[in-house]
């Protein structure tokens, strides 16, 4: 039986500047994540700034403030990619596994279990985002940690 850290650098080899978790700045993850995205608010009279951004809040989402309106959906999604980098950089925002039935893209285990979205960039530089990232592999990404009985 292969190795699970020959798995893992087979799968990765080719691959460039490999992460797991959401990426900062990134609208893909921001719109992933369903907080800090901008939506209009059809309720609000013509001529109203309608545009907002979603953000969290203890408990959920809070409601748009006046302040929180913005005129243009150009304006409001500037504003939204600000309050997700700055949440970013604070560590505020939250993301959690998700199970699936699937197998893990990275070291090829065929169980299912919890998973991370993963990135990595292709030959122009463009983020490629997978939603396969067994926790196994997220902890040996970020620490070495190789999974129990992998030793």
Not at 8 to 22: Q, Y
Not at 105 to 131: K, M, R, T
Request: hydrophobic share 30%; glycine share 10%; proline share 4%.
């Amino acid at each position: 039986m292969e190795r699970y850290t020959e798995r893992v650098d087979s799968r990765l080899k080719e691959l460039d500047a490999v992460s797991t978790g959401v990426c900062p700045g990134c609208d893909t993850c921001r719109e992933d994540h369903g907080e800090f995205v901008v939506e209009e608010d059809d309720e609000r009279e013509p001529g109203q700034n309608a545009w907002y951004v979603v953000t969290p809040y203890p408990g959920g989402t809070r409601k748009a403030t006046e302040a929180d309106y913005y005129r243009t959906e150009a304006e409001a999604e500037g504003a939204a990619r600000k309050t997700f980098a700055d949440a970013w950089s604070n560590c505020e925002v939250e993301t959690e596994a998700s199970f699936r039935r699937g197998g893990c893209g990275i070291c090829n285990s065929p169980l299912g279990g919890n998973f991370e979205v993963w990135h990595w960039l292709d030959a122009d530089g463009a983020i490629q985002h997978e939603y396969d990232a067994c926790i196994d592999c997220v902890h040996y990404l970020a620490n070495g940690t190789l999974p129990e009985g992998e030793e």
